[in-house]
């Protein structure tokens, strides 16, 4: 990790501004992606994952914006607002235009990969000839060239008989073929950073495990450089390097992904990780995390995560943390947006409990199974599906 990142995000921002409010979907969120590293960025769903996925591309659509931050992609800053005389954000004479982000970054450069792949395809087109086309406009190839890479692709992506398939509509695949004709798609430009938002989600588990599969076996081959978006910590240990939890529209946790499993330093991200099914525990016994995630519209005051925090403490209430260095992963920093952790000098070990907890002392999570996140009343569970 001594070489400059492949993409470098600093301080991201962006905004929806609806009749109801503002939406904070990503409100000031760092990471890197290195070279031929494939980065997680996990959460549950509303965290912000897709906002930050569109708008490293430059997708964000109006009502939204991007109203802060940088972002650099092999040196060269693509994205960058900073404020303007009137006080609103405004692009950066040194990022590029829309234009720009469009013919030189997507696509070419950074292609992603969506969860539902009939919105990507077009169901009245032949599979291959989208993807012959596609390859036509983005690469110059004559049609007939292009024709051959197409299927070359559609073998690389595991299709069997892909002469055959070549012809076939979207609706003649099965789910799990039609995301490898997508990846064979996002592959096609020979893009140095694929973004996958949440890939898998709609494909059954063995089909997923031969997709993982598949991006892992392609990013080892090309080197590519991938971000997985998911809310399934189980998928990101099987693939990625490293891994950035968000919660609210902010990373909480960031670190290289054995040390996030071994030495997890925040509260979220190890209740993500109780709610991982295990083969040792009955559905019965799954702690699932209790509570919906607020609206980003009306964050909660200090740590976004203290209503459901099973940690919390009054200092939590006020204190809002960024992310810190908490501790040494073989000389890569790890990360953590909490103040329990001493590089936070609030006096958390001084602040009360925020509810009193029963027979005092807060129990362990696995001993009141279901209550332990449950049992803040401010904790509002009348919308939004919170069984995740
Ligand atoms: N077009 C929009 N207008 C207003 N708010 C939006 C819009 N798109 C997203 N948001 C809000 O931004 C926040 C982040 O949404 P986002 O889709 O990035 O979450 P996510 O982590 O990708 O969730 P999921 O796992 O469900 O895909 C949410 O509060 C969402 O309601
Ligand atoms: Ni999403």
Excluded at 179 to 184: E, G, S
Excluded at 280 to 308: K, N, W, Y
């Amino acid at each position: 990790m001594h070489s400059d990142p492949l993409l470098r995000v600093e301080n991201l921002t962006t905004q929806f501004f609806t009749e109801a409010g503002t939406v904070r979907a990503v409100d000031g969120i760092s990471f890197e992606v290195h070279e031929g590293e494939i980065v997680g960025l996990v959460g549950e769903s509303g965290a912000g994952k897709s906002v930050a996925s569109m708008s490293l591309m430059g997708l964000v659509e109006s009502p939204g914006e991007i109203v802060a931050g940088e972002i650099s992609y092999k040196g060269e800053t693509i994205i960058a607002v900073e404020e303007g005389p009137d006080g609103q954000p405004r692009r950066r004479d040194d990022a590029l235009s829309n234009e720009e982000l469009r013919t030189r970054i997507r696509g070419n450069e950074i292609a992603v990969i969506f969860q539902d792949p009939m919105e990507s395809l077009n169901p009245v087109f032949t599979v291959g000839g989208q993807l012959r086309e596609f390859i036509e406009r983005n690469r110059g190839l004559e049609a007939d060239e292009a024709r051959e890479e197409a299927i070359e692709m559609l073998r690389e992506v595991g299709l069997p008989d892909p002469e055959q398939r070549y012809e076939e509509y979207p609706h003649q695949f099965s789910g799990g073929m039609r995301q490898r004709v997508l990846i064979a798609m996002a592959l096609a430009c020979e893009p140095s950073l694929i973004i996958a938002d949440e890939p898998t989600t709609a494909l059954d588990v063995t089909v997923e495990g031969q997709i993982i599969d598949l991006v892992d076996d392609l990013q080892e081959k090309y080197g590519t450089s991938v971000i997985w978006v998911t809310h399934d910590l189980g998928v990101v240990a099987e693939i990625c390097d490293r891994v950035n939890v968000m919660y609210l529209g902010e990373i909480v946790e960031q670190a290289p992904v054995d040390e996030l499993f071994y030495d997890t330093n925040h509260p979220y991200t190890n209740a993500l990780l109780n709610s991982i099914p295990r083969p040792d525990r009955t559905v019965a016994q799954l702690e699932t995390i209790e509570g919906v995630m607020p609206e980003a519209i009306d964050p909660p005051s200090g740590c976004r995560f203290h209503p459901r925090c099973p940690d919390a403490r009054a200092v939590c209430e006020r204190v809002h943390p960024e992310t810190r260095v908490v501790a040494d992963a073989d000389g890569e920093p790890h990360r953590a947006a909490c103040v329990k952790h001493d590089a936070f000098d609030v006096d958390y070990d001084g602040s009360p409990p925020l509810e009193a907890a029963d027979e005092g002392g807060r129990s362990e999570p696995s001993e009141t199974p279901g209550s332990e996140l449950a049992a803040n009343p401010t904790v509002d569970d009348s919308g939004g599906d919170g069984n995740e």
